[in-house]
């Protein structure tokens, strides 16, 4: 358990080093200053794009920004609250903790992923209730109807203009034949979709809930 305050900024690192024209993100935390400094490291499967000339010595530390910390702990308060010190504003994490660790991942592609579009891996079921979150909030778990099945997200950003969603996959989802070729999508992909698109989260949840009727 770690406890975290304005002293211990949270900071992304890039490391250009492995993947030709991308970036690995990691999210790093610094523990100390002087000549011993240490740190705590969580790597990501989110790449980032970057030009060649982006990134000097194969590295690049940003400070994470507003929109990344209010993710973080919107994600973190969806589980459990954190143990918030009212005193000293600070609060406390478990690091190790696998639910924490997907939502570092989280926010990271949120931050960093490439958006892409899936109106073809969407299915449009007539036996799908016409929810269409109206206003649907960042942080909120829905479901995508895919050609894969019902596959979970996460709500990172929205236009409400243009009434599109940018969702954060859970779920992967598998191109099926004659499509078996093509790269599927995997989880933490980014993906952007119409908010009329959304399913609520029971649809693809992984646990039956009290209310559910079991057939």
Wanted: hydrophobic fraction near 40%; aromatic fraction near 6%; charged fraction near 20%.
């Amino acid at each position: 358990m770690l406890e975290l305050g304005e002293q211990i900024p949270f900071f992304w690192r890039l490391s250009s080093d492995n993947h030709e024209g991308y970036s690995q993100v990691s999210m790093v935390i610094p523990l100390s200053s002087g000549p011993e400094k240490m740190e705590h490291t969580i790597i990501t499967n989110v790449l980032s794009f970057t030009g060649d000339d982006d990134i000097e010595n194969g590295e690049e530390f940003m400070e994470w920004n507003e929109d990344d910390i209010t993710l973080f702990l919107k994600l973190l308060a969806s589980k459990s609250p954190p143990q918030v010190r009212e005193s000293s504003h600070t609060f406390k994490v478990d690091l190790n903790d696998p639910y924490t660790i997907e939502v570092i991942h989280i926010v990271a592609a949120a931050g960093f992923g490439m958006t892409m579009t899936v109106d073809d891996l969407l299915v449009l079921d007539p036996a799908d209730p016409i929810v269409g979150f109206e206003e649907p909030e960042v942080g909120q778990l829905v479901t995508l109807h895919t050609i894969d099945g019902y596959k979970r997200g996460i709500v990172v950003g929205m236009d409400e203009n243009e009434g599109e969603v940018v969702c954060v996959l859970l779920d992967s989802i598998d191109m099926p034949p004659p499509q078996s070729h093509l790269n599927s999508l995997q989880a933490h992909d980014l993906v952007l979709v119409k908010s009329s698109q959304l399913l609520p989260p029971e649809f693809s949840s992984l646990e039956p809930a009290a209310s559910d009727i079991l057939h």
